[in-house]
């Protein structure tokens, strides 16, 4: 299997509760995280259990969760809790 196929499978997966506190880390642990979730992206809607997928970004050893949907996208907007501090569409 390539690179590019395994990263279009998730990681694993992660409780509500987990990603919910996860993303509160890295949005008061990175400066402008917060104006970005809140002009690119639209609020998650109830689910008990969302996907994590391992950073695409060489050298990165971060996973990504779930911060919201992409505002006019169908996509998930994910934030990487790596070195690259990056953020993907899912």
């Not at 890295?26 to 917060?34: K, M, N, P, Q, Y």
């Not at 969760?65 to 993907?88: I, M, N, P, S």
């Amino acid at each position: 299997m390539t690179s590019n196929v395994g990263q279009s499978y998730p990681y694993t997966s992660e409780s509500e509760v987990e990603r919910a506190v996860r993303v509160t880390g890295l949005v008061s642990g990175r400066e402008d995280l917060a104006a970005r979730l809140a002009t690119e992206t639209t609020p998650l809607d109830a689910n008990d259990r969302w996907w994590v997928w391992k950073c695409p970004t060489r050298g990165c050893r971060g996973l990504l969760h779930a911060a919201g949907y992409a505002r006019d996208l169908h996509a998930v907007y994910v934030v990487c809790d790596g070195t690259c501090a990056k953020t993907f569409l899912r």
